[in-house]
T-cell receptor
């Protein structure tokens, strides 16, 4: 089945540092989504990407849809303590089980004040 | 906007008991998803409905699991009988366009 490889698994950084994480797949996706999950809550959508090569920002977050459609990255600039959480990438294909997402295993981010 | 609503938020039960988890999707969304999240396996899709019809239930682990969507505003996930290995956080998500929105989850503990 399809799998997403998300890296790194965890990051421990100092407040103010930039963060970069990425996802790769052996399959092509038509949509890439990035979610953040805080303890005791469900994943919250941060950024959605729909076209190969697309670069989208949401405040200090920037994400790109890879040209090959098999990868995506998420950057967080000037991290702050409230960025702490688990970040998930998710890819979506159409056809077969239309509309379901394949999730990466997540990147756990810790920010030291 | 109420978002996706799940109940209960926490459930503790004994092995062998029936468990029913409930979900109210965002109004107007026509797709609904049930996920299970564990430390070992991360987020797993259990079943997915489109316009109240189950589309893909290949992620449902066993016959002990069943899900229904009697109308566009309500879905249930039932486990009968429950086992300790079913302990996990169960999420419901709904989708109207290309973006899925998750509920807060139900943390299930089976003793």
């Amino acid at each position: 089945g399809q799998q997403l490889n998300q890296s790194p698994q965890s990051m421990f950084i100092q407040e103010g540092e930039d963060v970069s994480m990425n996802c790769t797949s052996s399959s092509i996706f038509n949509t890439w989504l990035w979610y953040k999950q805080e303890p005791g809550e469900g994943p919250v959508l941060l950024i959605a990407l729909y076209k190969a090569g697309e670069l989208t920002s949401n405040g200090r977050l920037t994400a790109q849809f890879g040209i090959t459609r098999k990868d995506s990255f998420l950057n967080i600039s000037a991290s702050i303590p409230s960025d702490v959480g688990i970040y998930f990438c998710a890819g979506q294909r159409y056809g077969g089980s239309q509309g379901n997402l394949i999730f990466g295993k997540g990147t756990k981010l810790s920010v030291k004040p | 906007d109420a978002g996706v609503i799940q109940s209960p938020r926490h459930e503790v039960t004994e092995m062998g008991q029936e468990v029913t988890l409930r979900c109210k999707p965002i109004s107007g969304h026509n797709s609904l998803f049930w996920y299970r999240q564990t430390m070992m396996r991360g987020l797993e899709l259990l079943i997915y409905f489109n316009n109240n019809v189950p589309i893909d239930d290949s992620g449902m682990p066993e016959d002990r699991f069943s899900a229904k969507m009697p109308n566009a505003s309500f879905s249930t996930l039932k486990i009968q009988p429950s086992e300790p290995r079913d302990s996990a956080v169960y999420f419901c998500a709904s989708k109207g366009g290309d973006e899925q929105f998750f509920g807060p989850g139900t943390r299930l503990t089976v003793l």
